[in-house]
């Protein structure tokens, strides 16, 4: 059995979400002990409990210690399937670190799988739903994998209530990838959302953005505008990011919240940007620590050039070789350039 401590590094979410992909994986039992023993709340929450029934469902496997609270989680899967998925997290709980937790599990099955998953879209800790759209998925697409999500409705914190749809199709095997040069930024693009308040929330936001970077040399800044009320909650916010002449795409966003202005939130989103930017790294922190396994699971050596060596990269990295049995290699920090030569997982492994 595969044996965990969720304590560890970063100690949070992250450290179960990758163990049992890996696992899933493997087909191999897992045990997490201490999960989030240092966080406020300690042990699983309804968006942990989600992920652990989801991997049981899309592998015909079991769980012990399903439970809010539960510190300490035994993982037992089967055999992975295909077709179509509806998981309710019940709570605003992220869909977007949901859905990255499930893929590489997806990615492996014996047909397409479609996921629809109910809960937050964009909350706080977490990718809003329009970086994964619009940047993860790029990526992923950008190294051989087949994935397709749309926005059916977003879901604002506390209530929820957003739904997301998401289609892969399965790979063989994962090829190798390089992704280090980010090249000269052509063009910003974002989006300003609102739910369930004024059309003007969107439009601050937005020209707080573009004038905050326009300011400072970029000539073309595209953001569209989405104002809506499906939300269960009112809400707010921005995502940007930047595109390159090496096709690079590298992003970051902002929340509104009661009480901030809505300049603020686009003049905050905007400075994140910048900051990401002035690394000269194709990967964002954002997609520093989810490109990890991908990475583990390839067929040959990739290599890649983030803007940050993250808590969470570096708990990613952990977990990835504890379970995988691979060796990163790690240079610098910000930025940080890894490495690792991959598995070779293939679809058929483990049968």
């Known amino acids: 059995m595969i044996e965990i401590d969720g304590s560890v590094l970063e100690g949070g979410g992250q450290i179960l979400r990758t163990s049992i992909a890996l696992s899933s994986l493997l087909e191999e039992p897992l045990r997490v002990s201490n999960i989030r023993v240092k966080r406020k709340n300690p042990g699983l929450r309804p968006q942990h409990l989600m992920v652990l029934r989801a991997f049981a469902s899309l592998t015909g496997g079991s769980v012990r210690g399903d439970k809010i609270g539960s510190r300490l989680i035994e993982f037992f899967p089967g055999k ?36 629809t998953v109910l809960g937050g879209t964009n909350v706080a800790f977490s990718p809003q739903i329009d970086y994964l759209l619009n940047i993860f998925c790029y990526w992923l697409n950008r190294i051989g994998i087949d994935l397709e999500a749309e926005l059916v409705r977003r879901g604002t914190y506390p209530r929820g209530g957003g739904e997301v749809k998401a289609r892969v199709k399965p790979v063989k095997r994962i090829r190798e990838f390089t992704i280090t040069e980010r090249g000269n930024v052509e063009v910003v693009r974002g989006i300003s959302w609102c739910e369930r308040l004024p059309s003007h929330v969107v439009k601050r936001q937005g020209e707080a953005a573009m004038k905050f970077l326009l300011m400072r040399g970029f000539r073309s800044v595209y953001i569209s505008s989405q104002v809506g009320s499906s939300s269960r909650s009112p809400g707010s916010g921005i995502v940007l990011w930047a595109e390159t002449n090496s096709s690079a795409r590298i992003g970051a966003d902002a ?65 990835t070789e504890k379970i995988l049995g691979v060796k990163f290699y790690v240079k610098g920090k910000t930025p940080a350039e890894i490495g690792v030569k991959g598995v070779g997982y293939s679809v058929n492994q483990g049968e």
């Open 255 to 319: 929340l509104g919240e009661r009480g901030k202005r809505a300049e603020l939130v686009g003049e905050e989103a905007s400075g994140k940007l910048l900051e990401e930017l002035s690394f000269n790294a194709p990967l964002d922190s954002h997609m520093a620590d989810q490109i990890i396994p991908f990475m583990a699971l390839s067929n040959g050596f990739s290599r890649v050039k983030v803007t940050k060596l993250t808590l969470h990269v570096q708990t990613n990295i952990y977990v």
């Open 80 to 115: 992975r399937r295909s077709g179509r998925f509806k998981f309710d997290i019940g709570t605003a709980g992220s869909i977007s670190l949901f859905l990255q937790a499930l893929l590489p599990c997806c990615i492996f099955a014996p047909e397409p799988v479609e996921l």
